[in-house]
């Protein structure tokens, strides 16, 4: 079984409709990322959290919002969708307790907006 | 913030050749990931590197880290098909874990 799941994989939504992206792991990593993807563009941070009550706004969290509703979950909201959301969607885990400090990655959740 | 800027953007070579992919950062690289992507899917950590002259190998991949130049090079010695995807390199911004990516080098090799 996968550690890092995402669901859903794949998403169509309209405009203004509230969309909601979970993320769930198994690593029993603390540190939980939300990223977007758009072509050319790589990966853009949109918010992060090091622990259940530390939660950060990253690069692009405009349009966003996210909740850690146990250490093994993180979800992505978008209170109303609008086309420039539509993108490719990761979530990601690391551990703060040493070794590579890689970062661990979902299958993505691709989004798009009409 | 710190930007990463990767070249090529996008590279098609013929299968048992070798490639390079390069890494240039604006700030002092205090770590530097690299990873792959297959099309449409999730990123798979590759190696990371820390110190300045650093260079680790994984099969025929070489990563190597000029902290001096705040760039990183990828070497793919006779690729493969299996090595098509995209390559991205990361940066950690001082030991926190939040890493920014470059744009990413997208990878076809021909058989």
């Known amino acids: 079984d996968a550690d890092v799941t995402q669901t859903p994989r794949n998403r169509i939504t309209k405009t203004g409709k509230r969309i909601m992206l979970e993320c769930s792991q198994t690593?029993?990593?603390?540190?939980m990322y939300w990223y977007r993807q758009d072509p050319g563009l790589g990966l853009q941070l949109i918010y992060y959290?090091?622990?259940?009550?530390?939660?950060n706004k990253g690069e692009i969290s405009d349009g966003y919002s996210v909740s850690r509703q146990a250490q093994a979950k993180f979800s992505l909201s978008l209170e109303s969708a609008i086309p420039n959301q539509t993108a490719l969607y990761f979530c990601?885990?690391?551990?703060?307790?040493?070794?590579?400090?890689?970062?661990?990655f979902g299958p993505g959740t691709r989004l798009t907006v009409l | 913030s710190q930007e990463l800027e990767q070249s090529p953007q996008s590279l098609i070579v013929q299968e048992g050749k070798n490639l390079t992919i390069n890494c240039t950062s604006s700030?002092?690289?205090?770590?530097l990931y690299w990873y792959k992507q297959k099309y449409g899917e999730g990123l798979i950590f590759l190696m990371m590197?820390?110190?300045?002259?650093e260079e680790k190998s994984h099969e025929k991949i070489t990563a190597k880290l000029d902290e001096k130049k705040q760039q990183s090079s990828l070497h793919i010695t006779a690729s493969q098909p299996s090595h098509a995807g995209i390559y991205l390199c990361?940066?950690?911004?001082?030991?926190?874990?939040?890493?920014?990516f470059g744009t990413g080098t997208k990878l076809q090799v021909i058989p």
């Open positions: 990601a885990t690391s551990t703060s307790s040493g070794g590579n400090n890689e970062q661990f």
């Open positions: 690593k029993g990593h603390d540190r």
């Open positions: 959290s090091f622990d259940v009550k530390d939660i």
């Open positions: 700030k002092t690289l205090y770590g």
């Open positions: 590197l820390q110190k300045g002259g």
């Open positions: 990361g940066a950690d911004s001082g030991g926190y874990q939040k890493v920014t």
